[in-house]
């Protein structure tokens, strides 16, 4: 997939989904994944017909919404707290469903960061990673990243929200020693308490390897999981690390339809 996103880049497939309509299911709140989804349907060219997610969680059976959209859609993209749901369409439909979220993974987005972070590291994999946040989709998608990848994979916590398998620290000065990128995503408000000692700040990436980044997972709190400061530091790996999401997302695309 990577091989297919330097292809996009490169101006290949621009006709791609020529004729072909490409069905999605996204919350109102949905920003970047919706966006990057629906920008590159249009650039290979196809029609992006665009529903909420609520719209799946009718009386209606699923097997009977998949056996309709068989006779129309091409491809199913779809954002939705159960991936249940999603395994379910996998079943029924008889074309490639994407996963673009849900409760306990976030797929696309770990794979576009893994894109980008390719560009701008010497060798990501031999990367020692840092995820700060508890144990939900984006750092469970790390997790699952780790298996593939084969990179080192640590985790800083409140005590209770470990990651089954992980390595965890309660105190965010010890865990980013000996850690090249750190990847964040926000807690609760009711959370915060227990991850007052895991705030990012740029005293704690000072403590981390030369040339160590910040990959904070949108949307961030400045304040929060990460210091105001650290986000204007030149640890944050910017907003153009993101762009790369077209390209990735692109790419899923592609490879599910033609190798899949």
């Known amino acids: 997939m990577f091989d297919l996103a330097d292809e996009v880049c490169q101006g290949k497939y621009g006709d791609f ?3 072909k309509t ?8 949905s920003i970047r994944t919706r966006v990057t989804f629906e920008k590159g349907i249009h650039l290979l ?8 997610s609520e719209a799946l969680d009718k009386k209606e059976d699923i097997r009977d919404v998949c056996g309709y959209l068989n006779n129309w859609a091409d491809l199913i993209v779809v954002r939705h707290r159960d991936i249940g749901l ?12 994407i996963n673009a979220m849900t409760d306990v993974n976030h797929p696309c987005e770990v794979l576009a960061d893994m894109y980008a972070l390719s560009k701008m590291r010497q060798d990501f994999q031999k990367d020692n990673f840092l995820f700060v946040g508890k144990r939900g989709n984006i750092g469970l998608a790390w997790k699952e990243a780790a298996q593939v990848m084969g990179f080192s ?8 929200y470990e990651i089954d398998g992980l390595k965890a620290h309660d105190d965010i000065m010890q865990a980013v020693e000996g850690k090249d990128i750190i990847c964040t995503d926000p807690v609760s408000a009711e959370e915060l308490p227990a991850f007052r000692n895991c705030q ?5 990436m000072r403590k981390a390897n030369p040339g160590a980044v910040l ?4 949307p961030f709190y400045r304040g929060e999981e990460v210091s ?3 986000m204007d530091s030149e640890y944050f790996v910017g907003y153009e690390f993101k762009r790369h999401l077209l390209e990735v997302q692109q790419a899923i695309v592609l490879y599910c339809l033609t190798q899949a």
């Open 153 to 160: 994979l640590e985790q800083c916590c409140g005590k209770g």
């Open 228 to 230: 105001a400061e650290v």
């Open 215 to 218: 990959n904070p997972c949108p």
């Open 200 to 204: 990012v700040t740029v005293a704690a």
């Open 17 to 19: 989904l020529k004729g």
């Open 86 to 97: 999603l395994e379910k369409m996998a079943e029924y439909a008889k074309v490639p469903v």
């Open 22 to 29: 490409v069905v999605l299911f996204f919350p109102s709140s």
């Open 45 to 52: 060219g196809g029609q992006a017909i665009l529903f909420p």
